[in-house]
Nanobody, 114 residues
Framework: VQLQASGGGLARAGGSLRLSCAASGAIFSFNAMGWYRQAPGKQRELVAIITKGGSSDYADSVKGRFTISRDTAQNMVYLQMNSLKPEDTAVYYC?????????WGRGTQVTVSS
């Protein structure tokens, strides 16, 4: 399984970015897919997740600002990030779960300036 994340970059506070994750296989084969992030000196944390059934959940810190979505035909998962804050600065990782196995893509850096 390969996950390729893209779309990171530099944004100003209040701005928007959209992350994309391309999966090498059918995303319906995963129980869930999501986005995690890791800021310098901090542990990796869950940002957003979408289940095989289409349910989604978010970290409290991003609720109302970030939206996770998917395109099953293209095997893509997206993270729309609006109203960005400097504290959103981190490396963002795409994740896929199949049973007890986690798959990770390389991270994409998101930097939000104040």
């Amino acid at each position: 399984v390969q996950l390729q994340a893209s779309g990171g970059g530099l944004a100003r506070a209040g701005g928007s970015l959209r992350l994309s994750c391309a999966a090498s296989g059918a995303i319906f084969s995963f129980n869930a897919m999501g986005w995690y992030r890791q800021a310098p000196g901090k542990q990796r944390e869950l940002v957003a997740i979408i289940t095989k059934g289409g349910s989604s959940d978010y970290a409290d810190s991003v609720k109302g600002r970030f939206t996770i979505s998917r395109d099953t035909a293209q095997n893509m998962v997206y993270l729309q990030m609006n109203s960005l804050k400097p504290e959103d600065t981190a490396v963002y990782y795409c994740n896929a779960k199949r049973s007890v196995v986690n798959y990770w893509g390389r991270g994409t850096q998101v930097t939000v300036s104040s």
